[in-house]
């Protein structure tokens, strides 16, 4: 069992950075499936990025609407992963969830059925 906890939202500018991050409570990520989501008012929760545990070979999916702007990462010393995000758009303005899950297939990676625990969220605010 695994309790993930985010941190890091704000107010950035169009063009800027920002950097998320999920701690766990509880047992390591290590060898969950990790992975970000977002969600805007009155709008499915979607897929934005996740990797897969250290011993299934740590791969990493994204979004197309964020593939070479995201970037994430594990820190196993930390027990965290974190969400680079770079050259923000309004569009990017949303809460974003982190979520573990363990034995998450590849087909049902980027659903939300397919994570037992999620984070409560943090606010990530882009102005036009």
């Known amino acids: 069992q695994v309790q993930p906890v985010e941190s890091g939202g704000g107010l950035v500018q169009a063009g800027g950075s920002l950097s998320l991050s999920c701690a766990a409570n509880g047992q390591s990520f290590r060898s969950y499936t990790v992975s970000w989501f977002r969600q805007t008012p009155g709008k499915e929760r979607d897929f934005v990025a996740g990797?897969?545990?250290?011993?299934?070979?740590?791969?990493?999916y994204y979004a197309d609407s964020v593939k070479g702007r995201f970037t994430i990462s594990r820190d196993n010393a930390k027990n965290t992963v974190s969400l680079q995000m770079n050259s923000l758009k309004p569009e990017d303005t949303a809460v974003y969830y982190c979520?573990?899950?363990?034995?998450?297939?590849?087909?049902?990676?980027?659903?939300?059925?397919?994570?037992?625990?999620w984070g409560q969220g943090t606010q990530v605010t882009v102005p036009s």
């Open positions: 990797i897969r545990s250290s011993g299934s070979g740590g791969r990493i």
């Open positions: 979520a573990a899950g363990s034995g998450v297939i590849l087909s049902s990676l980027r659903t939300v059925a397919a994570y037992n625990y």
